[in-house]
């Protein structure tokens, strides 16, 4: 088992990382959490294949506990939504001592720490992510969160977990977009901060997207090292943790014009991002035309999207994507931060970026 530890200021946690977690789930959760009532919060998709071995590593493990099903999706995770929710997770008659269990992708981990921050003014929570892209960001780091209509995660709080079960043997069940997805968020590590990496998963690819456990959960704890370090340094993201948005500010924007619906994935959509954050570092003449060409070549021959024109629903004006971007959460004093690149592992974050620039960077990947 990898052990990757969440180092804050009374707040610290651990990552496991191996296969066969779900099944161990009660009695790794007991020692952290000690004999509460449990709230399992889950998505219909993640409830056929894993909630039964869940609930009965709960039950082994003497754990009294009721289960929340949600739909699958972005649509979920709506401001508008919300409410609802907490209506349902409130009759159960929560208490100061009752703890959340989110089980699922992104989605699932944001809207159960949200739930855990907000009702009750705070309830522990333990993360089991069973994605690529939540086992290696979004369940690691304590950022919780809602989509608005105005934007992506506008509505949130920070509110760390107390456990991350990362189950590599989860991973099996995702259909291959979804590993893709996830693959979008691991390539963002190599290029904000760590080029071997970079060339590592140019080596590895194939055995990562295959599920190999060796190259995975390599991948997966090298991730989850790199993010708690930077969590840990910079939680509330005041500085270093900015970084860990390359692609997201494009993506975002490309997300919410599509109505964060199946047509494009966060990961597909991060993916894009980054080649237009590659595009746009290379325009500032920061990133010169191989590393371009190279980022591009490696997203590619995975079988990600890199162009807004390959986003069903196309195309997408222009001018409308950037006024997606000038409602993003990082916007500040009226100016949108980007997270650019000084070459592969070298990231910086920018707020003065001519908006001819941008646009031509959108057109130029299929936008009008």
């Given at each position: ?136 960001d979004s369940s690691v780091g304590g950022k919780t969160g809602v989509n608005a209509r105005r934007g ?22 995702l259909p291959r977009r979804e590993w893709l997805a996830g693959y979008g968020e691991m390539v963002k ?180």
């Amino acid at each position: 088992m990898s052990i990757v530890p969440v180092t804050l200021d009374g707040r610290s946690y651990d990552i496991l990382i191996e296969g066969g977690l779900l099944a161990r789930a009660g009695a790794l959760i007991r020692p952290v959490l000690g004999p509460r009532r449990l709230i399992v919060l889950t998505d219909e998709n993640v409830a056929r294949h894993h909630l039964a071995s869940l609930q009965a590593s709960l039950t082994a493990a003497d754990y009294r506990f009721e289960t929340v099903v949600v739909p699958p999706g972005e649509q979920a995770k709506d401001l508008h939504r919300f409410p609802d929710l907490a209506e349902r997770l409130l009759a159960l008659g929560l208490e100061r001592g009752t703890a959340f269990v989110a089980l699922g992708g992104g989605v699932v981990g944001d809207l159960t720490g949200f739930a855990a921050a907000t009702l009750l003014r705070g309830l522990d929570f333990v993360q089991i992510p069973t994605t690529l892209l939540a086992q290696i960001d979004s369940s690691v780091g304590g950022k919780t969160g809602v989509n608005a209509r105005r934007g992506k995660n506008l509505v949130g709080a920070f509110h760390q977990p107390r456990l991350v079960l990362a189950d590599l043997d989860t991973l099996a069940s995702l259909p291959r977009r979804e590993w893709l997805a996830g693959y979008g968020e691991m390539v963002k590590y190599g290029l904000l901060g760590d080029a071997g990496f970079f060339d590592r998963l140019e080596r590895d690819a194939a055995d990562i997207l295959a599920g190999l456990p060796g190259p995975l959960g390599d991948a997966v704890a090298h991730c989850c090292r790199m993010k708690a370090e930077i969590v840990g340094e910079d939680e509330r993201e005041a500085g270093r943790r900015a970084l860990l948005n390359l692609g997201h500010t494009f993506g975002h924007a490309l997300e919410a014009e599509t109505g964060y619906g199946p047509d494009l994935l966060h990961g597909e959509a991060v993916a894009i991002g980054m080649m237009l954050a590659a595009d746009l570092s290379r325009r500032l003449g920061l990133v010169n035309d191989a590393e371009f060409a190279r980022i591009g070549r490696h997203l590619t021959a995975t079988g990600l999207k890199t162009r807004i024109d390959q986003v069903p629903g196309g195309p997408f004006p222009a001018d409308r994507l950037i006024a997606h971007m000038a409602h993003d959460k990082k916007v500040a004093d009226g100016q949108i931060a980007f997270v650019l690149m000084r070459g592969i592992g070298d990231s910086f974050q920018r707020r003065d970026v001519p908006a001819d620039l941008v646009r031509d960077c959108f057109i130029a990947a299929g936008a009008i």
